[in-house]
Every structure is written in structure tokens, then in C-alpha cells.
């Protein structure tokens, strides 16, 4: 069973090559690499020049924006393929190298299912391992029975080095028209087109290293005008589809998507009542301006507790009002007494709880995680 990977470059010089490895090293080896250049301005071409046996496609800058310009790649890189499993790779990311085997694995296994997606693992700039795996995906096994049910599409799909594609699914999907919903990426509008028309398997396995770094375009949505943007146009993409597909669009309130996050179900508002009465709090904050933290407010907002307002380490929710509530800076807050948090970033947790061990605050004391054990 050929095996196509689909690379898409943009000025990425300092990763391309540890890309590119990643999937010549692979332990499956019937595998063809298409590297869709979109124009870039530093020495990518170069260094793809050094590699044999993988094709280039080299073209100006398609000059559409990131999204655009992304999906744009993959489509053109698609029309050069030909295998019967398509691997998308963003080239700052880079294979684990049993991947492709594992994967097509599940393929040969499952002939209904034409998708599978899986979870990453964070590095940084210089490969070393943050300890962190993404995104946060709920369990679901019918998506199109989960949105329409739910109203929700939030937490649903992995990245674009995490999906992998039966040839036949693209070949009636691609390529994707373009619109004016500038935050859907490529793997945003194929995976809720595939929620629509197809069977989606999701592995619990982390399969790719998935590099965090200031030029991601994920980065972006940690701004959250940014994030409601996002959402306007991930409801509006999805209503777009549906009614070409046939079906009836979903509505979005802020009600229904807090309390469809991967997080709102999982908090445990005892624990978090015991712990904030035993300590006779009276200034508790919650870790976290996002949608973590926010899920966690409007899990408790009810109870009546003293609520003061959110801590966050990214300065450009600093000083904002999220929920009619102001976000601190941690540092703002060391200096003073009395002071009870809950940590709502799933997978830092340990991460936050040293930084404010070192700060002198003591777990379950002074801060605990808001959510039910395992």
C-alpha cells in the first residue's frame, strides 16, 4: 500500500531537513514525498535540493494569508500523488518513526474508516520535549452524532501532522474551495467535512512531535479576540458544509459551548467547595484566562464564592476582562496574602504547581486542581 506524505513549506529552513528524515527513516518504507514550497525567502529550496527521490513543487507565494496559502499547498500537492494513503506534515513537525506503519496498520484493519487522527507531543525550537501532549480531544465515537446533538465542534480534531486520509475521501473532497472564513485551516475544514461525510477513528497514541514555537499559527488563537473570531468562523464554516451536505446548521451560544468543553464536565465542584471553605478563602482566583479557566468559573459561578479574577502568564490577556472578571499577571499576586488558586490548564499542572512551590504556596493548601481524579 503506497503511502504519500504531504509536506507543506514556508520559510521553515531550520526544520525542513529534520522534516524530511523523520519520513525517509520511517519504518514503513513504500512511501512517496511531495514538499509543496509556497515561495519561501530563505534557504528551504536549498536544502530540499539536497534530498533524492522526494518531489519538489516550488511556486510564488500564493499570497492569500497563512490558512489560504496552506490549504492551497495541499491541494497542489495532492494532484502530484498517487498513493492510496495520504499523511499531511507541517514542515516544523516531524514523524515518530513507527507512524506510517502503525497507521496503516489501523487502515488495513478498518476498511470503512477513511480518517484517523491522533495526539502529539510538544517540543521546542531545539527538540527538547515539553512534557506536554495536544491537543485535548474529547472521546467520541459518532462525530456527526456528537455535534448535532451537542452543538458543539470544539476540541474534536487534531492537527495537521496528526491525520492521515484514505486517497478515495480526497479525492471527493479536494480540492477545498476557498472562502472567506480566514481562521479555518486545512485540517479544520477536512476534519469537519469528514465529521459530515465519513468514518473519523481517533488513537489515544502520540505519534508526531509537534513543535511549539513564536511563529505557530496556533499561537495566535491564545489572543482572545483572536479566539472569538475563531469560533465565529469555525460555526460558520461548519453551517457552510452542512447545508451543501444536506443537513440542517447547529447555533452557537457561549452556554452551550462552556458546558460542552473538554473541561466543564470534569470539574469537580465539591472538591473545589471543600477546599475553598476549609481554607476560609476569600480571595480565590482561577489559573488560566482561556477556556479551561472559564469553564471552571462557570462551573462554579453559582455557588457563591469570592471570586477575584483569572491569573495568566500570556501578557496579551494580562489586564483584559474575561467573564467581567480582570486577568492578573502571576507575578502580581506573589506578594500578597490569603491568596487560594485553581489551576485549570489540564496538562500543565505541574508545570504551574512548581512555579508556585516556588513562590512558597503549598499544594492543597494554598492551590489544587479543580478537576475529578483518574
Known amino acids: 500500500m503506497l503511502v504519500s506524505v504531504l509536506i507543506n513549506n514556508y520559510n521553515y529552513a531550520p526544520y525542513l ?19 509543496y514550497d509556497d515561495g519561501s525567502t530563505d534557504n528551504s529550496l536549498e536544502i530540499l535540493s539536497k534530498f533524492k527521490n522526494i518531489k519538489v513543487i ?64 510538544e517540543v521546542d525550537e531545539d527538540n527538547n520535549l515539553l512534557n506536554k501532549v495536544v491537543p485535548v480531544l474529547k472521546k467520541v465515537k459518532n462525530y456527526k452524532e456528537y455535534i448535532y446533538e451537542t452543538e458543539s465542534i470544539y476540541h474534536l480534531f487534531s492537527m495537521t501532522s496528526a491525520l492521515a486520509f484514505r486517497r478515495r475521501f480526497l479525492e471527493k473532497v479536494l480540492p477545498l474551495d476557498e472562502d472567506d472564513f480566514s481562521y479555518m485551516c486545512v485540517d479544520t475544514r ?68 462552556i458546558e460542552n468543553t473538554y473541561f466543564y464536565n470534569l470539574v469537580d465542584s465539591k472538591k473545589c467547595m471543600r477546599f475553598i471553605q476549609n481554607q476560609h478563602a476569600k480571595r480565590y482566583y482561577i489559573w488560566g484566562a482561556g477556556e479551561a479557566g472559564q469553564s471552571v468559573y462557570h462551573a462554579l459561578k453559582d455557588k457563591g464564592l469570592n471570586f477575584l479574577g483569572f491569573i495568566d502568564s500570556d501578557e496579551r490577556k494580562q489586564n483584559c476582562l474575561v467573564m467581567d472578571k480582570e486577568v492578573f499577571s502571576p507575578a502580581s499576586l506573589y506578594d500578597k496574602d490569603n491568596i487560594y488558586i485553581l489551576i485549570s490548564p489540564f496538562h500543565a499542572y505541574e508545570t504551574i504547581a512548581t512555579i508556585l512551590k516556588n513562590q512558597n504556596y503549598i499544594e492543597n493548601e494554598h492551590f489544587i486542581s479543580p478537576y475529578m481524579e483518574d
Not at 23 to 34: A, G, L, N, P
Not at 231 to 240: A, E, H, I, P
Open 58 to 121: 516550488s511556486n510564488n507565494n500564493y499570497g492569500k494569508g497563512h490558512n489560504l496559502n496552506q490549504m492551497n499547498a495541499v491541494n497542489k500537492a495532492f494532484e502530484e500523488s498517487t498513493g492510496d494513503i495520504i499523511f499531511l506534515l507541517d514542515s516544523d513537525d516531524f514523524f515518530k518513526n513507527d507512524k506510517v506503519e502503525k497507521t496503516i496498520n489501523l487502515f488495513k484493519e478498518s476498511p470503512h474508516i477513511e480518517v484517523i487522527q491522533h495526539l502529539l507531543e
Open 190 to 257: 477536512l476534519m469537519l467535512v469528514a465529521a459530515l461525510q465519513s468514518n473519523i477513528l481517533t488513537i489515544r497514541d502520540s505519534l508526531t512531535y509537534y513543535r511549539k514555537h513564536g511563529s505557530n499559527a496556533w499561537g495566535k488563537l491564545g489572543d482572545l479576540n483572536n479566539h472569538e473570531d475563531y469560533l465565529q468562523d469555525l460555526y460558520g464554516f461548519f453551517n457552510k458544509i452542512a447545508m451543501e451536505n444536506g443537513q440542517r446548521p447547529i447555533s452557537f451560544s457561549y452556554n452551550k459551548y
Open 17 to 35: 531537513t529534520e522534516c524530511i528524515k523523520s519520513v525517509i527513516d520511517q519504518s514503513y518504507s513504500d512511501i512517496e514525498i511531495i514538499v
